[in-house]
Nanobody
Framework: QVQLVESGGGSVQAGGSLRLSCAASGYTFSTYSMGWFRQAPGKEREGVAAIRPTGLIQYADSVRGRFTISKDNAKNTLYLQMNSLTPEDTATYYC???????????????????WGQGTQVTVSS
């Protein structure tokens, strides 16, 4: 079965960086769209960045230019490099995967059926 395991979260000061990883198993990694989503307390889950099997990428406006999504098909791992972090980036970050996700809905959490357990990112001012 599909398994997604996130790691790399933690606590940093504003302006700092973190790199999240998502180790995937149970499916053909290179054929699924994958995304990073986050949910802050009291807020809805939002799409942060996502990548299609072809390598096409979308970013939320709030993170464009600061976050970079990438994947290593040989290691079945998805990454999210987060730079210039602000307290507004504080949230639980989840990776998600599914096949057949359209470009228009790449950052929509409703398009993904497979989710990791999440990793906490806390940014202090």
């Amino acid at each position: 079965q599909v398994q997604l395991v996130e790691s790399g979260g933690g606590s940093v000061q504003a302006g700092g960086s973190l790199r999240l990883s998502c180790a995937a198993s149970g499916y053909t990694f290179s054929t699924y769209s994958m995304g990073w989503f986050r949910q802050a307390p009291g807020k809805e889950r939002e799409g942060v960045a996502a990548i299609r099997p072809t390598g096409l990428i979308q970013y939320a406006d709030s993170v464009r230019g600061r976050f970079t999504i990438s994947k290593d098909n040989a290691k079945n791992t998805l990454y999210l490099q987060m730079n210039s972090l602000t307290p507004e980036d504080t949230a639980t970050y989840y990776c998600a995967a599914d096949e057949g996700v359209t470009w228009r809905l790449l950052l929509s959490d409703r398009e993904y059926n497979y989710w990791g357990q999440g990793t906490q990112v806390t940014v202090s001012s």
